[in-house]
């Protein structure tokens, strides 16, 4: 199975900024949603929400910007588990032109199960876990995304 996609959209004029290119904010924005869909795919909705209490945090996300987007372009966001854990969740969202295999940008995410009354960690139910761990093998043999673990950091003086 390829990367699952999670989001499609046309990037519309109230997205770019003045050299007409995407701005960054809205890079987050499209990756944001392909994680609600995500989430929706593995019975994390608002129905689950509602009725668990739970939900997933964001812990801590990598954006890498590698090629520019423009208005009216057709994307798409395309989803891969790389991890998970009964509590957490690692994945890579990448983004592309409508049926181009270009990533245009990358989005690496951790995520954290939280019961909300606390807020604090929480397992993930096991229908949920069931999900995630089918959805992980039918991706176990994608090839590792380029841009994930990435660090920032100045290169080393000479």
């Not at 939900?55 to 588990?81: A, C, G, I, M, P």
């Not at 969740?89 to 990533?103: A, I, V, W």
Request: charged content about 25%; hydrophobic content about 40%.
């Amino acid at each position: 199975m390829p990367a699952l996609t999670t989001y499609s959209t046309r990037i519309i004029s109230d997205w770019v900024d003045y050299n007409g290119h995407l701005r960054d904010a809205f890079y987050l924005l499209i990756f944001s949603y392909a994680t609600d869909a995500l989430m929706d795919r593995l019975g994390l909705d608002s129905d689950n929400r509602e009725a668990s209490g739970h939900s997933l945090f964001t812990l801590e996300l990598h954006l890498n910007y590698l090629h520019e987007v423009k208005l009216d372009t057709e994307v798409e966001v395309r989803t891969q588990v790389i991890g998970h854990d009964r509590k957490r969740l690692h994945l890579y969202h990448s983004l592309h032109r409508l049926d181009d295999p270009q990533e245009l940008a990358g989005n690496e995410q951790m995520l954290l199960h939280v019961d909300l009354a606390g807020p604090r960690s929480a397992p993930f139910s096991e229908p949920v876990l069931q999900r995630l761990q089918t959805l992980a093998a039918e991706q176990a043999d994608l090839p590792r995304p380029a841009c994930l673990g990435r660090v920032i950091a100045l290169p080393a003086e000479k």
